[in-house]
């Protein structure tokens, strides 16, 4: 059996990566740049193929989610240019099965649906919120097999961006901590990186139980580039599964 090339395009960054039928393999994170031509995807993926020993003609399947519509027809004519095989899209080609209860269930993003089918088959637990820490911070919420709805929040590092580019003399910082105590901050960057940290753990620790009260002790699984920072600081992080939506999409082709 061929391997298939797994996307998560995002709007800061596009993971892809390799599977096949015994799951997952090595993956790669490339900024997201939807002006770029379908040529230039090509290009890109050739040089992971090539470092993965991997030739074209064994891609048998391209299964992408996506949050970037300009992206989308650039990845479709590259997977036909490049590798000879079709662009397969979660929830307009390849189907995922959870009861979507929002109010317009077409406003969610596809991201969102994958990461929580990839909890419902990974976790037993009947109630479920699933964090992903990425340009916006979401909290899903899943009962059963349903998408019930969530919260979205600024980011960590978008948040970041913007005092640092909102405000003259406030640095770049990396979101690192020396320890996991809070302490006030004796320079800048301390008080920033403790202020981010730790002020977006605590919004989450509050969101979960609040969200908790009308859930039932649910099981919290956070994804996401910033996610096991947050973790170390905050009480209400179950698991961490950083590769949740890609995953998701395994999952989602190989029991279609």
Do not use: H
């Amino acid at each position: 059996m061929g391997k298939i090339l797994l996307f998560d395009a995002g709007n800061t960054n596009t993971k892809i990566g390799l599977a096949d039928d015994e799951g997952l393999g090595e993956s790669y994170t490339l900024p997201t740049r939807p002006a770029n031509t379908a040529d230039d995807w090509g290009l890109k993926i050739e040089a992971i193929l090539n470092r993965e020993g991997v030739d074209p003609s064994d891609i048998e399947a391209c299964v992408i989610s996506s949050v970037v519509p300009p992206l989308d027809p650039l990845i479709t004519r590259m997977t036909r240019r490049f590798l000879g095989c079709e662009a397969i899209f979660a929830g307009r080609d390849l189907k995922i099965d959870l009861d979507n209860e929002y109010a317009r269930p077409e406003q969610v993003g596809m991201d969102i649906l994958v990461g929580c089918l990839s909890a419902r088959l990974t976790y037993d637990a009947e109630n479920i919120i699933v964090i992903d820490f990425g340009t916006a911070t979401t909290l899903a919420c899943l009962m059963g097999n349903a998408f019930k709805g969530g919260l979205i929040c600024p980011g960590v590092l978008s948040s970041t961006a913007a005092l640092s580019a909102g405000t003259a003399k406030l640095p770049k910082v990396d979101l690192t901590l020396a320890n996991k105590t809070l302490s006030w901050g004796k320079t800048t960057e301390e008080c920033l990186n403790q202020g981010l940290v730790f002020g977006f753990a605590s919004m989450i620790d509050g969101l979960v139980n609040k969200l908790s009260a009308q859930m039932d002790n649910p099981f919290v699984v956070a994804t996401g580039g910033l996610a096991r920072t947050i973790a170390q600081v905050g009480d209400s992080i179950d698991e961490l599964r950083p590769d949740l939506v890609m995953e998701g999409l395994w999952m989602a082709y190989y029991n279609s």
